[in-house]
């Protein structure tokens, strides 16, 4: 939730009458309201532009192995089912925060709270669990590191019966012991740039 302090003359408060107050936060909700919508709309925009979004829209059969060292692909490492969407769970969750309304409420006698309501780190880490462990967030994983790498084969001869993704498994003994999973920056990073500039939109658009 993203909450900002917009401080109004005091003097300018107590010379206004109550209608015109009204007004004033009937507008100023106006011009947030659009503000909210195009900052939601750049922030779809930079996830499904972001490289770990085109690694896992590419699916069990494409991608480059961005964290993977180049090795088959992430998709078919976390093991997503083959006929899966692991991002638009995300963007689906994210739209629908867009609905929900902008709320001005008076704090004190100088200032206006607003509040609009975003998405968290949090929330979309109980969308996102791995598919083998409902406990971990493979969103959080990829930021954090995800274990199993060095076991981690992909060909296109496995079986497709014992693959969830028909590309790859996870062998019972290491196959690449210098494997390693490489981090990376990813929803926590996109999340913070959304509600820095959103909060300094909305600010911009309270009319004083």
């Not at 494997?179 to 658009?205: G, P």
Request: proline share 3%.
């Amino acid at each position: 939730m993203a909450v900002f302090t917009a401080k109004i003359d005091s003097k300018a408060i107590k010379s206004m009458a109550a209608d015109a107050i009204d007004v004033k936060i009937k507008k100023s909700k106006v011009n947030i309201e659009r503000e909210k919508r195009r900052a939601f709309a750049e922030l779809i925009r930079g996830i499904n532009n972001h490289p770990i979004t085109r690694e896992l829209n590419a699916g069990a059969e494409g991608g480059t192995g961005i964290l993977t060292g180049g090795y088959g692909n992430l998709f078919s490492f976390i093991g997503f089912d083959k006929s899966s969407d692991p991002v638009k769970v995300i963007i689906n969750y994210i739209e629908d925060k867009v609905r929900s309304g902008v709320n001005i409420r008076r704090k004190g006698l100088n200032a206006w709270e607003v509040v609009v309501n975003i998405p968290t780190m949090r929330e979309l880490e109980t969308l996102t669990p791995m598919p083998w462990a409902q406990g971990r967030s493979w969103l959080r994983g990829i930021e954090t590191g995800i274990s199993g790498l060095g076991r981690y084969l992909f060909s296109e001869k496995v079986a497709k019966s014992s693959s969830r993704s028909g590309e790859a498994i996870q062998s019972s003994k290491p196959i690449r012991r210098s494997a390693r999973f490489v981090t990376q920056k990813y929803m926590s990073s996109l999340l913070e740039d959304f509600e820095r500039d959103l909060i300094e939109m909305m600010k911009k658009s309270v009319i004083k």
